[in-house]
C-alpha cells in the first residue's frame, strides 16, 4: 500500500486544480513552482506534497483518457 495523504493536501489540491486548471503539468517541479505561488504555505513539505498529489491526478487524467481513446 501507498502513503496516506492527509485532507488538507488532497483538498487544497483539488481546489488549485479547479481554479487554475491550465497553470498545472505532469511535471513534479514545475507544479512545485506553481503551487508555491499560488498558496502561502510555511511547510516545503505541506508545498511538496500538495504539488506532488496534483502531479498524480494530472498524469492520472492523461492516462485515463490515453485509454479511452480520446
Known sequence: M???RITVVKRT???????????FTGDFEHNKK???????????KLRNQIAG???HLI????KLEARSGR
Open 13 to 23: 489540491a483539488r481546489k488549485l486544480l479547479e481554479r487554475y486548471p491550465d497553470l
Open 34 to 44: 506553481v503551487v508555491s505561488l499560488l498558496v502561502e504555505l510555511k511547510s516545503k
Open 2 to 4: 501507498g502513503k496516506v
Open 59 to 62: 498524469n492520472r487524467r492523461a
Open 53 to 55: 498529489y496534483i502531479t
